[in-house]
């Protein structure tokens, strides 16, 4: 059986923190190595706080929310609807799925106590009344590992009832998804957990904080976004927000996959590196005797840079930035600023191995098979794009087929009720926009097997 | 036939529904477990959730046939997914995929011939620093190459009596 192999070659440019412990070959799951290390020191500081305080550091700390959006986790705890009376409940997000991201499963699989901690603290911070973790399901031994974990936090005082002898009691629980990729979308975790279908839910007003699980306020955050909690709180928010770079604070796990010699999960000081540093120096670059073609910076649903692409504007200070690919910094705003978004951290790298209708007819096929097929756009949307990109690749192409892509993806964005529309929509568009000339002639060229002999589709 | 609950689900099912403040919420836990024991949901085990959650039959239908995972027919003794999305693709997946279906003699979505193993595609199973991947039930396996695929199969076919399958069934959804 193999769970999630430990990686003990830490590359120097490393600044790790949350996973500072994941990788050593002496550190187990159980509670006893946990307490080892200082383990729940964090959560009885915590309980020695007043909530507001521990809302305060995680304000100041300028926390990001690490699954995708980037939305600071401490506005979302303040827009919590605390004068309705209901039950507050906050919920892990650990669907890990968006294509690329595999950094998640490091935390849950090799340090779950540290989520734990981390939500215990969350779930004081917001005077939680019920906490839960939602897995994705292809993560079984991660689900038992958890569950194992918060077994022997409760033994401990740690959760459940009158934790650390506060007074304050919070029951936690695992549950597991059935791999559907939209229950990574808030509303549609949550309509899951209601145990319904995921379908999301329209905001406004349907936005968690204040109608959220059971149409009680909620909390949703990320795994790793959990984990920093217990280490702004511990540090002090001022002291956290010296790590990293103004806006973009902390450390962050970033995902690199795809064609480099050295894939893998590597946590980074926020901002502090370039792309061009986790693709050629950390991820020791592309493959012997092969081109970059296409960089994906943020996970699938991100819209992709074109090797050669340069990103031109004005920083916030007036100053103009001219960028190349590998000079993208690596941290929330970075990506933006070149047209993209840092997402769930998931780098993935192609190079000219395959051909870019491929890429594409690949993305489209996991988006048209993941749409929840609530709104009418995105469910024959993302069909009618993956159809189309299934039929270019397998060798018949047309070249109107590139107008017709664009103009399925502009009629998606925008116009349903989650963001899985823009999801879908952004890599048609963008791969459409970027690669116009490649899949112009490969509708003049009408080959099935693309450049080489890697099949994608 | 009636669905008769073994006496481990009964537990786990009256332990499991107080945890949730609604008890609709036990659901997919639920469907979890049938499904562990019988390796698919059956629509008596869907009539028996509904009554212990004061649902309709419908309403467990509908979460049965929306999530992936969930099956309403029974898979081969091991149920294979080899990871299709893009990291793992741009790594030889696919190959990896028609190696698994070549071992059994199978087709994609169906159960093999011998009745061992049922292979499927799955979307990104978030290890794409170690693509390509591929689940073989509870387990993930890493770096696979066609060799690697070929030992894992040869250890399936040693471990896995063959046997004539139950009726071919597509086990996709979508």
């Not at chain 1, 159980?30 to 307490?35: E, H, P, R, T």
């Not at chain 1, 229950?183 to 999301?200: D, M, N, V």
């Not at chain 1, 963008?430 to 890697?454: L, N, W, Y």
């Not at chain 2, 695929?149 to 996709?172: G, N, S, W, Y």
Request: aromatic fraction near 8%; proline fraction near 5%.
């Amino acid at each position: 059986m193999i769970v999630a192999p430990k990686r003990t070659e830490i590359h120097p440019k490393e600044r790790r923190m949350i996973l500072k412990h994941a990788d050593d070959p002496n550190y187990d799951t159980s509670i006893d190595c946990y307490m080892r290390h200082g383990g729940y020191e964090v959560l009885k500081k915590a309980l020695a706080m007043k909530p507001e305080e521990v809302q305060d550091h995680v304000m100041k700390a300028g926390i990001r929310g690490r699954g995708g959006a980037g939305f600071p986790a401490g506005m979302k705890w303040k827009f919590l609807d605390r004068k309705s009376g209901k039950p507050i409940y906050l919920i892990c997000n650990a669907d890990e799925s968006e294509p690329g991201t595999f950094k998640d499963r490091q935390i849950m699989h090799k340090d779950p106590h540290q989520l734990v901690e981390g939500m215990m603290i969350a779930a004081w911070a917001t005077n939680t009344a019920k906490a839960f973790i939602y897995i994705r399901e292809e993560m079984p031994h991660g689900a038992l590992i958890l569950e194992q974990a918060i077994e022997e936090a409760r033994a401990k005082g740690f959760v459940g009832d009158n934790i650390g002898g506060s007074g304050y009691s919070c029951d936690l629980i695992v549950h597991r998804g059935a791999a559907a990729y939209i229950c990574g979308e808030e509303t549609g975790l949550i309509e899951s957990l209601e145990g319904k279908r995921a379908y999301p839910r329209i905001k406004p007003p349907y936005f968690p904080a204040a109608l959220g699980l059971y149409m009680c306020p909620t909390i949703v955050n990320n795994v790793e976004t959990l984990c920093h909690v217990k280490h702004a709180v511990d540090m002090g928010g001022d002291e956290y927000a010296k790590l990293g770079t103004p806006n973009n604070s902390g450390t962050r796990i970033w995902s690199l996959s795809g064609h480099v010699q050295r894939p893998g999960y590597y946590e980074l000081e926020n901002g502090k590196h370039t792309y061009g540093e986790l693709i050629y120096d950390i991820g020791g670059g592309l493959k012997p005797g092969r081109s970059l073609l296409a960089v994906i910076p943020g996970g699938s649903s991100s819209k992709v840079w074109r090797a050669g692409d340069r990103f031109k504007g004005k920083n916030r200070d007036g100053s103009e930035y001219d960028w190349g690919i590998e000079d993208v910094p690596l941290n929330f705003d970075g990506p933006a600023a070149a047209g993209s978004m840092s997402g769930s951290g998931a780098v993935i790298v192609v190079d000219d191995s395959v051909d870019i209708v491929d890429v594409l007819a690949n993305i489209n096929a996991f988006y048209a098979h993941e749409s929840c097929g609530q709104c009418t756009p995105c469910r024959e949307g993302s069909l009618w794009m993956k159809k189309i990109t299934s039929r270019m690749a397998a060798g018949q192409a047309r070249v109107e087929d590139v107008d017709l892509l664009a103009s399925i993806g502009d009629q998606i964005a925008g116009r349903t009720i989650c963001a899985h529309g823009e999801a879908c929509a952004w890599p048609t568009q963008s791969f459409v926009a970027k690669f116009r000339d490649k899949f112009i002639e490969r509708a003049q060229r009408q080959a099935a097997s693309g450049t080489g002999e890697t099949r994608l589709i | 036939m009636a669905f008769e609950p073994s006496q481990p689900l009964r537990e786990y099912t009256e332990k499991l529904i107080p945890r949730y403040p609604q008890k609709r919420s036990a659901i997919m836990m639920i469907l979890h477990f049938i499904q562990r024991e019988q390796g698919f949901i059956s629509l008596e085990a869907q009539e028996w959730v509904a009554a212990q959650l004061d649902l309709q039959p419908i309403q467990v239908r509908e979460v049965v046939t929306f999530y992936p995972f969930y099956r309403e027919h029974p898979v081969g003794k091991k149920f294979i997914r080899v990871c299709r999305t893009l990291s793992c693709a741009l790594n030889g997946g696919y190959k990896v995929c028609d190696k698994f279906l070549a071992e059994f003699d199978a087709k994609l979505g169906h159960t093999s011939p011998d009745g061992r193993v049922t292979v499927e595609f799955a979307e990104c199973l978030a290890s794409c620093g170690t693509a390509p991947v591929a689940m073989i039930d509870d387990d993930l396996y890493e770096n696979l190459t066609e060799d690697k695929v070929k030992e894992l199969c040869d250890r399936i076919k040693a471990e896995v009596p063959a046997e004539t399958p139950a009726p071919a069934a597509d086990t996709h959804h979508h």
